[in-house]
């Protein structure tokens, strides 16, 4: 991480977790990372079952505003993106089309995320796997 922030003269990192600010990473940022001395911006994933994706609006410094839209592009896996004939694959590109209409930020950032397994609500299902 402290490689490719060098590299890249990153000004900010963002972290998209669905662990949100208890995210281990975010807390140990500067202690694993010492000389990255660069603000740390993490968002959470929303619970929203509807499509499992997330709107976030960050402030930063001088009243700036930073628009963040998480895309949960699990739902797509095996799909081609632009035939979506699935009503989960319509139901996420409306979210999307919709969210971006509603960005009243300085920066808009969209991050596509595939979520491995939220251990709290599959804790179950891993446990029948195992045997």
Same mark, same amino acid.
């Given at each position: 991480?402290?490689?490719?922030?060098?590299?890249?003269?990153?000004? &900010?990192? /963002?972290?998209?977790?669905?662990?949100?600010?208890?995210?281990?990473?975010?807390?140990?940022?500067?202690?694993? &990372?010492?000389?990255?001395?660069?603000?740390?911006?993490?968002?959470?994933?929303?619970?929203?079952?509807?499509?499992?994706?997330?709107?976030?609006?960050?402030?930063?410094? @001088?009243?700036?505003?930073?628009?963040? /839209?998480?895309?949960?592009?699990?739902?797509?896996?095996?799909?081609?993106?632009?035939?979506?004939?699935?009503?989960?694959?319509?139901?996420?590109?409306?979210?999307?089309?919709?969210?971006?209409?509603?960005?009243?930020? @300085?920066?808009?950032?969209?991050?596509?995320? @595939?979520?491995?397994?939220?251990?709290?609500? @599959?804790?179950?299902?891993?446990?029948?796997?195992? /045997?």
């Amino acid at each position: 991480m402290e490689d490719v922030a060098k590299a890249y003269d990153a000004r &900010f990192v /963002i972290n998209s977790s669905e662990l949100g600010e208890d995210d281990p990473l975010k807390q140990n940022a500067t202690w694993l &990372f010492p000389s990255l001395k660069v603000p740390w911006y993490t968002t959470k994933a929303s619970k929203e079952k509807e499509v499992g994706c997330f709107q976030e609006q960050i402030r930063l410094p @001088h009243g700036e505003a930073l628009d963040i /839209i998480g895309v949960n592009t699990g739902s797509l896996q095996g799909k081609i993106p632009t035939a979506l004939p699935s009503a989960s694959g319509d139901l996420l590109l409306n979210w999307l089309k919709s969210a971006l209409e509603a960005t009243n930020g @300085h920066w808009c950032i969209v991050v596509g995320f @595939h979520p491995l397994v939220i251990c709290e609500e @599959h804790e179950e299902q891993l446990e029948a796997k195992k /045997i």
